[in-house]
């Protein structure tokens, strides 16, 4: 429980800081990108983001579940990630999600992106998703693509709406998917007399 209020403080405290860098440094809006590649505007960039969001949060969620299923490092990082999302109730699930969101994106795609640029961001995004283990790099190099993507629905329809969206969705439904399935490989019971069982 401890472990998941200091997330919770971090992540607030990560969308407080790019608020006031935003408000206080670099005088704009966090919310939206200086420069949009489609010159969307208005009500018209909050929809084409936000359809952009659940489409790519609805593939990477359905991607997620065949890369655990398919491919032995899937499995593996599925196994070192699975301890983050014991425990929590639907409502932490809930709250995990909206938080880890809101203050991922509007720090570094609301905040940094319009100054690192679009693979700066996605690299910073990814190195500092790293995690002790034999899944780092697959989860550095998980983190830099998506990263890339929601960076690519924010300067592509200057909105951030469809990057909080997806990440949100994703990071809710894929916690709920870790805590419901076991990686774990079939094991032998009784020294293999009784042959293979799921953990």
């Known amino acids: 429980m401890l472990r998941w209020s200091l997330l919770a ?3 607030a405290s990560m969308a407080a800081i790019a608020l006031a860098i935003s408000e206080f440094w670099l005088g704009r809006s966090v919310w939206s990108h200086p420069a949009p590649w489609l010159g969307f505007s208005g009500l018209t960039a909050h929809v084409y983001s936000l359809a952009f969001g659940v489409a790519l949060a609805a593939l990477c ?8 299923e398919k491919f032995s490092w ?3 990082l599925a196994r070192a990630l699975r301890p983050f ?3 929590l109730t639907g409502t932490g699930i809930l709250v995990a999600a909206l938080l880890s969101s809101c203050g991922e994106e509007l720090l570094f795609r609301g905040t940094l992106q319009p100054w690192l640029g679009l693979l700066g961001q996605a690299a910073v995004f990814g190195v500092l998703h790293q995690m002790p283990g ?8 998980w983190a830099s693509v998506i990263g890339l993507l929601f960076g690519a629905i924010f300067a592509s329809t200057g909105s951030l709406v469809g990057p909080l969206v997806a990440h ?3 990071n ?3 916690l709920n998917f870790l805590q419901n ?3 774990e490989p079939s094991r032998r019971t009784l020294g293999g007399l009784l042959g293979r069982s799921r953990a």
């Open 9 to 11: 403080i971090a992540y």
């Open 61 to 68: 969620v359905v991607l997620t579940r065949r890369i655990v």
């Open 74 to 76: 899937g499995q593996e």
């Open 85 to 87: 999302a014991q425990g």
């Open 134 to 141: 034999p899944s780092r790099w697959a989860w550095v190099a």
């Open 168 to 170: 949100a969705l994703i």
């Open 172 to 174: 809710g439904l894929n």
């Open 181 to 183: 399935y076991d990686p």
